[in-house]
């Protein structure tokens, strides 16, 4: 079976690199161009990037000519984006104008009616979305998100239990320095401190769970009914976003219950390369899910959950750079795949 051709926007940044790391040797994609900004444009990308993961750049990608970010330039079908939001509204729009599938780590397009909002065992109806979406705006192409990092790991588990009939949920984060890019906070900020505060987190997880866990009508989402209500806080770890979720539901169940509905989860997506199993991992132990112990499972794909307890509360977390961002859209795109839309 031949591979589909695969580009990375934005691939010499962090999310870039998770790209280039997860679509190598990937049995579905192959990875046919890498584009950065200017200053790396025209070099080998092993000389362009200053690579920050803990394996070596692979070999093919180091030996590929970085092009400019351009749809005239980039030899793909599909192109996974990890451009920062002020330049990709532009430049998805392009992309999708000249006939690529865009599959977008970024939250330009997110709140938009027509861009499916997707987490594959979540919502994968609102797929549906894509042929409204051409034929609205007359692309060939078209552009499908991945939720912000932190709504990603409180969706996952929100799903199982929205057969209790969810009302309010209440989100406090503990996220990762990498969440804001390798030069996105001075050392100095973060060494022995919490910062309680990063810009438009709280509003992002507020609105795209209520979009993620709503209702496709056959031409647009209804948001999920319930109240979200998060309060979101950087803290001095290196990869892994952990969670304390309060969830208050019309069925009120148990523990046990709770429980139960995350052990029983099955989206039944296991025939996608990137799918882990388990989805979620209960963790018995009562000081777990940790980040420095946990964030790697599922090839850093798995939701860790622990600490259920009345009420109902629960802590969950994950890789934010791996589930949170480069996996989630890798994910996305084998659904595509799966249901034919490539």
């Known amino acids: 079976m031949a591979k589909i051709r695969a580009g990375v926007l934005g691939a010499t940044g962090n999310v870039g690199q998770r790209f280039i790391e997860m679509l190598n040797d990937h049995p579905w994609f192959e990875l046919t161009s890498l584009a950065a900004s200017d200053r790396s444009a025209g070099k080998k990308y092993g000389n362009a990037a200053s690579w920050r993961l803990d394996n070596r750049i692979p070999e093919e990608a180091a030996d590929m000519t970085v092009v400019p970010v351009d749809p005239k330039k980039v030899d793909a079908d599909i192109v996974f984006s990890a451009l920062p939001p002020e330049l990709?509204?532009?430049?998805?729009?392009?992309?999708?104008?000249?006939?690529?599938?865009?599959?977008?780590?970024?939250?330009?397009?997110?709140?938009?009616k027509d861009v499916p909002l997707l987490i594959p065992e979540v919502n994968p109806g609102h797929l549906a979305l894509v042929e409204l979406q051409q034929d609205k705006r007359k692309w060939d192409g078209y552009i499908i998100t991945n939720p912000n990092c932190t709504t990603i790991m409180m969706t996952v588990t929100l799903k199982p239990l929205m057969q209790f009939g969810i009302e309010k949920i209440y989100l406090a984060s503990m996220q990762?320095?990498?969440?804001?890019?390798?030069?996105g906070i001075p050392s100095m900020t973060m060494l022995d401190n919490i910062v309680p505060y990063i810009g438009g987190e709280e509003e992002k997880v507020e609105s795209e769970?209520?979009?993620?866990?709503?209702?496709?009508?056959?031409?647009?989402?209804?948001?999920a009914p319930f109240e979200v209500t998060a309060s979101?806080?950087?803290?001095?770890?290196?990869?892994?976003?952990?969670?304390?979720?309060w969830v208050h539901m019309a069925d009120n169940p148990s523990p046990?219950?709770?429980?139960?509905?995350?052990?029983?989860?099955?989206p039944g997506l296991s025939d996608l390369p990137t799918e882990p199993s388990p989805v979620i991992e209960v963790k018995e132990e009562?000081?777990?899910?940790?980040?420095?112990?946990?964030?790697?499972?599922g090839g850093g794909m798995t939701i860790s959950v622990g600490r259920i307890r009345p009420g109902i509360r629960?802590?969950?977390m994950g890789h934010n750079t791996i589930r949170g961002a480069a996996?989630?859209?890798?994910?996305?795109?084998?659904?595509?795949?799966?249901?034919?839309?490539?």
Request: charged share 30%; proline share 3%.
């Open 209 to 223: 769970t209520r979009k993620l866990l709503g209702e496709f009508n056959g031409s647009e989402v209804i948001d």
């Open 256 to 266: 046990d219950e709770v429980k139960k509905g995350f052990l029983d989860f099955d």
């Open 314 to 316: 629960y802590i969950c």
């Open 327 to 342: 996996g989630a859209s890798v994910l996305n795109a084998e659904l595509l795949k799966k249901m034919g839309k490539l």
């Open 286 to 297: 009562p000081d777990r899910p940790q980040p420095r112990l946990d964030r790697n499972l």
């Open 88 to 112: 990709a509204k532009k430049v998805e729009t392009d992309f999708a104008k000249a006939g690529f599938a865009v599959a977008s780590n970024a939250s330009a397009f997110r709140k938009e």
């Open 176 to 183: 990762a320095i990498s969440g804001a890019g390798y030069d």
């Open 232 to 245: 979101c806080h950087r803290v001095n770890v290196m990869d892994g976003h952990t969670e304390a979720v």
